[in-house]
């Protein structure tokens, strides 16, 4: 079976190739109407909407008819194609390129119903990336087809545009603090513009007749992207994830320092023998010593732990090789996937690890 029975990957194409063919076609309406709009047009906001996944214009509260040209707006800018990524079953990431633009400073007039811009306060801006990272849900719609010989469920992918946070901006270099907060503030609009036009809705892989639904798992979903950054400041249901980690090395150097403990287990956060585990009789004879483990927050319910095995050796199992080496390879790392949940011990919140939702997420990795 492909992909290991997970349909990620096909979920994200489908996903990504709406938002492709929804920008084509805004495309499309600015080759063929200008790329200035006619401001005065009855069909102004419906063609902005059309036009929305490549092109926005930012002018507040005034009115549209005292717009004459792009001097009059706050902001405006064209957009190469959006794209979007998935961290984990709970997040997701909207990449969103501006070409080319431009941005007025003072974007506190956009309240005001009338204003006059100082053209010494407009910013030129081009190719900058931005990702804005956000909630999602899936909503199942059933129903039948026009017949009623077969039913099917739509699943309806739904981005929370609404609560989005910038999690990534480059290059920065070349904007001051100024500029950043007006560039967020608009982008913030821009937002909230594509998601009063539906932008925020999508189409997921379909389901007819319920026989062979697809399984989908974003978060082992191998993919390029730049999860320090993306989850840089992410906390597990309002823990910080440095305590997380604190903990996870304290118990590590623990390990590392118990010599013939009465468990053996006890310290398998630091080293691992096969003759330990309640199957001693297993095919393969292995001994592994870790280094400390360490975690990232894909979201506040799903961490990545990563697990430095600094050495694993492979014995032969027939004994009467004992006089052979062990087969030993260096410096592997497992990522895991897995649940976080919250508990309440003794009127105390505490975060504990759901072993039963664990997945591997990469094979091992060698330098």
């Known amino acids: ?3 290991d029975g997970n349909g990620a990957s096909f979920s994200s194409r489908y996903l990504n190739g709406q938002f492709a063919n929804l920008w084509e076609n805004a495309i499309e309406c ?31 509260k005034r009115s549209v008819r005292t717009i004459n040209s792009t001097d009059d707006l ?6 190469g194609k959006p794209e979007l990524k998935f961290i984990c079953n709970h997040e997701a990431v909207l990449y969103l390129t501006i070409e080319r633009g431009q941005l ?14 100082d053209s010494a306060q407009t910013v030129n801006i081009e190719n900058l990336q931005l990702a804005f990272r956000f909630p999602f849900s899936l909503n199942e719609i059933k129903g039948r087809d026009a017949n009623k010989s077969s039913k099917h469920l739509i699943q309806l992918l739904v981005l929370d545009l609404a609560s989005a946070k910038l999690a990534l901006l480059r290059p920065d270099s070349g904007l001051n603090g100024a500029a950043k907060a007006a560039l967020l503030f608009y982008m913030r609009k821009y937002l909230e513009f594509l998601q009063s036009g539906g932008y925020h809705t999508l189409y997921d892989l379909p389901d007819f007749e319920g026989k062979f639904k697809t ?11 730049d999860l320090e950054i993306l989850c840089a400041g992410v906390s597990v249901h309002g823990t910080n994830l440095q305590e997380v980690n604190t903990f996870l090395h304290r118990q590590w150097l623990i390990a590392a320092s118990t010599d013939s403990p009465e468990d053996p287990l006890s310290i398998c956060l630091a080293e691992l023998n096969s003759s330990w585990l309640a199957d001693a009789g297993a095919a393969t004879k292995f001994h592994i010593r870790f280094g400390p483990p360490t975690a990232t927050a894909l979201c506040q319910n799903e961490l990545l732990v990563c697990f430095d095995v600094e050495d694993i050796a492979f014995f032969d199992n027939d004994k009467s090789n004992a006089d052979v080496a062990p087969t030993v390879y260096h410096n592997w790392k497992l990522a895991f996937v897995m649940d976080v949940l919250q508990e309440t011990e003794d009127g105390k919140a505490v975060l504990r690890l759901d072993f039963q939702s664990v997945y591997l997420l990469t094979s091992p990795i060698s330098p």
């Open 1 to 3: 079976m492909c992909h």
């Open 74 to 79: 706050l902001f405006h800018a064209a957009f």
């Open 104 to 117: 007025n400073l003072d974007y506190g007039k956009a309240t005001a119903a009338e204003y006059q811009l």
């Open 215 to 225: 399984k989908v798992d974003y978060s082992l979903h191998y993919q390029p992207i």
């Open 30 to 60: 600015i080759r063929q109407c200008g790329a200035t709009p006619d401001w005065q047009s009855e069909h102004y906001e419906k063609d902005a909407y059309t036009r929305a996944l490549a092109q926005y214009h930012f002018f507040g």
